[in-house]
């Protein structure tokens, strides 16, 4: 019930397309939704986050869709460009009940390439 | 901008032997955390750390394993007898305090630990 599954397990897109990244998630209890960026050598960035309360969140060429019902959410990258090739982590957790820190429970990643 | 900055890169160790690897948070951050990422693998939560003390830890941290800040500006990792399949890399991680709300985990570049 701490899955998070993640899908596809790598992408290629055209440069100038449209790349998704879909999620999905058990535990009701989630209810913080980050997409960390992770490029060859280096640590997981956070890209953009959202919460339950909203069902989607733009934030330049990156949206997240959040589908609360089917227990789902996603990456979309618009306009997808060579430098966006990188690793995608979806993750959820929890929001802390007092001040705190909640774990992040991690998809698998998407290795996403992006070509001319 | 400032960041996690973890040492060494890249530490080979023989199977059996202790190893400690080191972590600066970002200075005004008071959460800590260690994740690893086997090769091929998801992010994994191992630990996290607050007013010196562990706040949670996976089944993955067993007693093998040990955090410590040793001074006020690192954050360091103890595997006391290492095993084989310790081989990953290793991220550590800090974030603000934020009652009620979950405050962006920044992660470190990562050490990838090798047991021979």
């Known amino acids: 019930q701490q899955q998070v599954k993640q899908s596809p397990q790598s992408l290629i897109v055209q440069k100038g397309g449209i790349s998704i990244i879909n999620c999905a998630y058990e535990n009701t209890a989630f209810d913080y939704f980050p997409w960390y960026q992770q490029f060859p050598g280096k640590g997981p960035a956070l890209l953009i986050a959202i919460r339950p309360d909203v069902s989607e969140k733009k934030e330049g060429r990156f949206t997240i869709s959040f589908n609360k019902s089917a227990k789902q959410f996603s990456l979309h990258i618009m306009d997808s460009q060579p430098g966006d090739s990188a690793t995608y982590f979806c993750?959820?957790?929890?929001?802390?009940?007092?001040?705190?820190?909640?774990?992040?429970?991690f998809g698998k990643g998407t290795r996403l390439s992006v070509i001319a | 901008e400032p960041e996690v900055t973890q040492t060494p890169s890249h530490q080979v160790t023989q199977m059996g032997q202790e190893v400690i690897l080191r972590c600066v948070p970002i200075?005004?951050?008071?959460?800590f955390y260690w994740y690893r990422q086997i090769l091929g693998q998801k992010v994994e939560f191992l630990v996290s750390f607050y007013n010196n003390e562990i706040s949670e830890k996976s089944e993955i941290f067993d007693d093998q394993f040990s955090v410590e800040r040793p001074d006020g500006s690192n954050f360091t990792l103890k595997i006391r007898s290492t095993k084989l399949e310790d081989s990953a890399m290793y991220f550590c991680?800090?974030?603000?305090?934020?009652?009620?709300?979950?405050?962006?985990?920044?992660f470190g570049d990562g050490t990838r630990l090798s047991i021979l």
């Open positions: 200075s005004n951050h008071l959460y």
């Open positions: 991680a800090s974030s603000r305090s934020g009652a009620y709300s979950n405050q962006p985990q920044h």
């Open positions: 993750a959820a957790t929890t929001t802390p009940i007092l001040s705190g820190n909640t774990p992040l429970v």
